[in-house]
């Protein structure tokens, strides 16, 4: 039998997706995975992967953490951006030997501190790294412009197998619901949106309605309507519960350089509400097919695109549904398992 080669990742806040990923990974070969504390704002609760080692890194001294990762022999080492200078000394220590991963989801914006980053990327990165892993093509551009000739894309995919039940389980009819799930911080633009959704009941009062999941600093600033629900944070398995109908996913993001939750919810047949600041929606979201890209954030653009689904009918609905179930299942955790072994000879 083959051996099965070592690939470690240098973690910061490792999620549900992730980890599906990683899941399909661990039949293909051995995994360690070092990674930070978790997020209070986004506590998931993970279950142990045979075939996968996980360590939290504050568990260890750095020289501990250091020969750990040298002890388990890696055949690639795969870190998420350049935040953490321990994990880049790890990294640099592997450089001429094994391919290391960086790992970034910046799009490029040719901003002043970007430029200054390409141009000191020989001392910076491409001394460190042998490769780039990225979302889209938005992030693609930076890392080409950070000196990087070798660059894969699609590192984050959704945990395929658990939204595709979801979508299997699911009744056939439209719930006339607006859902939103994520941190409740402004830049998500969550007070457009609020705002919207009310000055429309307000204005023409209708049977639709909006869930909203999730948690952060803004929870206690968040506006309230009879017809707004406000669950707090769920573990992505209860996310079940509220998908069993078909229902209009928004994320209407001022800066959002992925979204993992787009495609998600695609899987699940949800159309969509985005902007042009979600960077999946370049991958999961045809205009006018599966649902409707914001140019801006603003409350009279998201009460036209609420409105236009308001308008719709049923069948309407529920072949936008079926389109962004379709396009959501366009990347799995397979073609990722794929990226990161074809590193290894």
Same mark, same amino acid.
């Given at each position: 039998m083959e051996k099965k080669p070592n690939i470690v990742f240098l973690y910061s806040e490792i999620a549900g997706y992730f980890l599906a990923s990683v899941k399909e990974l661990a039949k293909h070969a051995n995994v360690l995975i070092i990674r930070w504390e978790v997020n209070k704002e986004a506590p998931f609760v993970f279950q142990k992967i045979d075939g996968v080692e996980v360590i939290t890194k504050s568990d260890l001294p750095f020289s501990e953490l250091f020969h750990k990762v040298h002890n388990f022999s890696p055949d690639a080492v795969v870190c998420s951006g350049w935040m953490d200078k321990e994990y880049l000394k790890i990294v640099k220590s592997f450089r001429k030997e094994i391919p290391t991963?960086? $790992?970034?989801? !910046?799009?490029? $914006?040719?901003?002043?501190?970007?430029?200054?980053?390409?141009l000191l990327s020989p001392i910076m990165f491409t001394n460190k790294f042998t490769h780039a892993w990225v979302p889209g093509q938005p992030q693609k551009k930076f890392a080409e412009k950070l000196g990087f000739d070798k660059v894969l894309l699609g590192f984050y995919c959704a945990d395929i197998e658990l939204y595709n039940e979801v979508y299997k389980k699911q009744a056939k009819q439209f719930k006339k619901q607006f859902l939103y799930v994520g941190r409740y911080v402004s830049y998500k633009g969550i007070f457009e949106m609020w705002q919207a959704f009310i000055e429309l009941q307000n204005q023409n009062p209708n049977e639709w309605e909006m869930l909203c999941i999730g948690a952060g600093k803004e929870w206690d600033n968040k506006l309230t309507h009879p017809k707004i629900k406000h669950l707090g944070f769920v573990q992505p398995e209860e996310m079940q519960i509220h998908l069993a109908q078909k229902s209009v996913y928004i994320l209407p993001s001022k800066f959002e350089p992925w979204g993992v939750t787009v495609q998600e919810f695609a899987i699940t047949s949800c159309p969509l509400i985005l902007s042009k600041n979600v960077g999946a929606s370049e991958k999961f979201l045809v205009n006018n097919e599966n649902g409707v890209l914001l140019n801006e954030v603003?409350?009279? #653009?998201?009460?036209?695109? /609420?409105? #236009?689904?308001? !308008?719709? #009918? !049923?069948?309407? *609905? *529920?072949? /936008? #549904?079926e389109k962004s179930h379709n396009l959501g299942m366009n990347y799995t955790s397979e073609m990722w398992v794929k990226s990161i072994l074809s590193l290894i000879k």
């Amino acid at each position: 039998m083959e051996k099965k080669p070592n690939i470690v990742f240098l973690y910061s806040e490792i999620a549900g997706y992730f980890l599906a990923s990683v899941k399909e990974l661990a039949k293909h070969a051995n995994v360690l995975i070092i990674r930070w504390e978790v997020n209070k704002e986004a506590p998931f609760v993970f279950q142990k992967i045979d075939g996968v080692e996980v360590i939290t890194k504050s568990d260890l001294p750095f020289s501990e953490l250091f020969h750990k990762v040298h002890n388990f022999s890696p055949d690639a080492v795969v870190c998420s951006g350049w935040m953490d200078k321990e994990y880049l000394k790890i990294v640099k220590s592997f450089r001429k030997e094994i391919p290391t991963v960086l $790992t970034l989801d !910046n799009h490029w $914006t040719g901003a002043l501190k970007q430029r200054v980053a390409s141009l000191l990327s020989p001392i910076m990165f491409t001394n460190k790294f042998t490769h780039a892993w990225v979302p889209g093509q938005p992030q693609k551009k930076f890392a080409e412009k950070l000196g990087f000739d070798k660059v894969l894309l699609g590192f984050y995919c959704a945990d395929i197998e658990l939204y595709n039940e979801v979508y299997k389980k699911q009744a056939k009819q439209f719930k006339k619901q607006f859902l939103y799930v994520g941190r409740y911080v402004s830049y998500k633009g969550i007070f457009e949106m609020w705002q919207a959704f009310i000055e429309l009941q307000n204005q023409n009062p209708n049977e639709w309605e909006m869930l909203c999941i999730g948690a952060g600093k803004e929870w206690d600033n968040k506006l309230t309507h009879p017809k707004i629900k406000h669950l707090g944070f769920v573990q992505p398995e209860e996310m079940q519960i509220h998908l069993a109908q078909k229902s209009v996913y928004i994320l209407p993001s001022k800066f959002e350089p992925w979204g993992v939750t787009v495609q998600e919810f695609a899987i699940t047949s949800c159309p969509l509400i985005l902007s042009k600041n979600v960077g999946a929606s370049e991958k999961f979201l045809v205009n006018n097919e599966n649902g409707v890209l914001l140019n801006e954030v603003s409350v009279q #653009s998201l009460k036209e695109a /609420m409105q #236009s689904f308001i !308008n719709k #009918s !049923n069948k309407e *609905l *529920l072949d /936008m #549904s079926e389109k962004s179930h379709n396009l959501g299942m366009n990347y799995t955790s397979e073609m990722w398992v794929k990226s990161i072994l074809s590193l290894i000879k």
